[in-house]
């Protein structure tokens, strides 16, 4: 899908809707777009319809002709979670973002233990607001239709349950006492929830692996090298699209 993505909160059935606010404005004051292009409205939640523009008015108004009717995006399989323990300053923006753009289909902020940050409170709420904004922006920029979910931020016994339920999980740790298997070679479910739990700067703790581990999920690495916590979910996501056929 090459036209731009501009979000709506209900995507329209008619032959004809007026983009407005900072979603036209986007579209005319900073895309400029102008008559005859391609468009795509969508709700982010997987419902879009195809469109030309019939005209830019003013600096926030647009208007969409010839819209196509609404469409479904199929639920992907099999489903990819990122549960993202929460790294310092912007390094988690950079994560939501980049993982967002690579395919990933739900993102879960974790509070580990050996997290700096600390979402509490008013700070808390800010920042998952920031999350989800970025989820929506990069959604936006690499033209999905259905973005990915930011969910909740959860503790440790909450990650656990979601793992549990998970049709695969895995914890992406590195460490020379405890053994792990490649992800480039674990076996994968065809269909279901795939859910990987990526530490913070410090690592896993021993007492939180014990906890996923129990839960059913397996111990893995990405490779010989030690990635970046805000960079190993967008790695991880990379390889299971690929190893999944969601690729192909």
Same mark, same amino acid.
């Given at each position: 899908?090459?036209?731009?993505?501009?979000?709506?909160?209900?995507?329209?059935?008619?032959?004809?809707?007026?983009?407005?606010?900072?979603?036209?404005?986007?579209?005319? /004051?900073?895309?400029?777009?102008?008559?005859?292009?391609?468009?795509?409205?969508?709700?982010?939640?997987?419902?879009?319809?195809?469109?030309?523009?019939? #005209?830019?008015?003013?600096?926030?108004?647009?208007?969409?002709?010839?819209?196509?009717?609404?469409?479904?995006?199929?639920?992907? #399989?099999?489903?990819?979670?990122? %549960?993202?323990?929460?790294?310092?300053?912007?390094?988690?923006?950079?994560?939501?973002?980049?993982?967002?753009?690579?395919?990933?289909? @739900?993102? %879960?902020?974790?509070? #580990?233990?050996?997290?700096?940050?600390?979402?509490?409170?008013?700070?808390?709420?800010?920042?998952?607001?920031?999350?989800?904004?970025?989820?929506?922006?990069?959604?936006?920029?690499?033209?999905?239709?259905?973005?990915?979910? %930011?969910?909740?931020?959860?503790?440790?016994?909450?990650?656990?349950?979601?793992?549990?339920?998970?049709?695969?999980?895995?914890?992406?740790?590195?460490?020379?006492?405890?053994?792990?298997?490649?992800?480039?070679?674990?076996?994968?479910?065809?269909?279901?929830?795939?859910?990987?739990?990526?530490?913070?700067?410090? @690592?896993?703790?021993?007492?939180?692996?014990?906890?996923?581990?129990?839960? @059913?999920?397996?111990?893995?690495?990405?490779?010989?090298?030690?990635?970046?916590? /805000?960079?190993?979910?967008?790695?991880?996501?990379?390889?299971?699209?690929?190893?999944?056929?969601?690729?192909?």
């Amino acid at each position: 899908m090459t036209a731009p993505v501009f979000v709506v909160e209900q995507v329209p059935d008619g032959p004809e809707f007026v983009l407005e606010g900072p979603e036209g404005r986007h579209a005319v /004051s900073v895309k400029r777009l102008r008559a005859g292009e391609g468009v795509v409205l969508t709700d982010g939640r997987g419902h879009w319809a195809e469109g030309v523009v019939g #005209a830019a008015e003013g600096k926030d108004r647009l208007v969409v002709t010839g819209l196509t009717g609404v469409r479904e995006e199929a639920w992907p #399989a099999p489903r990819i979670t990122v %549960v993202q323990a929460l790294p310092k300053g912007d390094r988690g923006e950079v994560a939501v973002e980049t993982m967002t753009e690579t395919g990933v289909d @739900g993102i %879960v902020p974790w509070q #580990a233990s050996r997290c700096i940050t600390q979402w509490k409170g008013e700070r808390g709420l800010k920042s998952l607001a920031k999350w989800r904004n970025t989820a929506r922006e990069a959604g936006k920029q690499s033209r999905r239709v259905r973005f990915p979910d %930011v969910a909740d931020a959860m503790t440790t016994k909450q990650v656990a349950a979601l793992l549990a339920a998970a049709d695969f999980a895995a914890v992406l740790h590195e460490d020379r006492d405890h053994d792990s298997e490649p992800l480039a070679t674990v076996p994968l479910p065809e269909h279901g929830e795939i859910v990987l739990v990526v530490g913070p700067e410090g @690592g896993v703790s021993p007492d939180e692996l014990a906890v996923f581990t129990g839960a @059913g999920a397996r111990t893995c690495r990405l490779g010989t090298s030690v990635l970046r916590t /805000s960079t190993a979910g967008t790695a991880a996501t990379a390889l299971l699209l690929g190893r999944t056929g969601r690729w192909s």
